[in-house]
């Protein structure tokens, strides 16, 4: 039985790392396990230009320990006014790795979003052409749609007109948490992957209710059925190089996640790669880990991957793993936690 494990070390598709003190608190907890780290663009207000960009890369690496080797890659968040020069600009000189599409009102500071496809035809021209990924929320907004449909929709809606408009537009369906999403991105070409986080390979839709209401497993898209979860866990563990790793790790101070309309948003930076290790062990799977957590991205990205490694050990973690973290004057953020006890660690020796 395996109970050691060595891989490339891994990075995160899908990261918030938000701005101010909560960006102090988070940065060094992905800087001190990930290589790279695809840094989400919906701050309030959102990083729309390359000025916004560069500033925000700025703040970033100021929050970062200074011997790091960890990377931040930036992206725009589509407007319905976002120039497509900036995306020719971008794209060469290797400062914009990717860009946001939120529909407007899908989730977090989505407000700014794309209401009308039709209006950002041109930038997703320049993108096809310059070969900039399109990184998709892929929820529909429209309030007749239950909520637990909402991404079934937007394929059929949004998702699968886009793709016939743009054949050549590279796309990730970030944070997939349904069959349909799976099943769509594995029939799909090699201009579409996928990512999964750890919460939605994990938790089902009951486990939010488990016995009261649990807002620290509250997130976007919202977990689903158990038999979504388990079409999750097989298209993770498949050995498909269309998925990968995004944790879409997004802090809110606890004040905001434990109220009367509290924020969407898993905090998983601490304990992600353990518990996808788990889900991959408990799948038979450790031999697809290191393709999910550290290969299947960077080759969707056109990137080498990371050229250390890491070590994990199936073993409790040091409970400190789970403590809050502090995010200055304002408060804490609670680390996700399910109701499965973690038995696989990161060590250093
Ligand atoms: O749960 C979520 N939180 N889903 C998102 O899409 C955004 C994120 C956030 O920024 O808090
Ligand atoms: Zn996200």
New binding site residues.
Partial sequence: MTTEIDIIRPDDWHL?L?DGAMLKAVAPVSAALYGRAIV?P?LVPPVRTLEDLRAYRSRVQAALPGDTRFRPLMTLYLTETTDPAAITEGAASGELTAVKL?PAG?????DAGVKDFSRVHEVLEAMQKAGVPLLV?G?VTDPAIDIFDREAVFIERVLAPLRKDFPALRIVM??ITTEEGASFVGEGDENLAATITPQHLIINRTDIFKGGIRPHL?????AKRENHRQALRKAATSGSPKFFLGT?S???LVSLKECACG????FNAPVAIPYVAQVFDEEGALDKLEGFVSRNGPAFYRLPVNEDRIRLRREAPDPAIFRSVDAGEDGSVVVFRPDRPLEWSVVSD
């Fill in positions: 918030h938000r989400m919906n939120y899908a989730t977090t500071n989505s929320h929820e970030e944070h509250y997130c976007l898209p919202i879409d997004a802090p809110h924020c969407a948003g898993i």
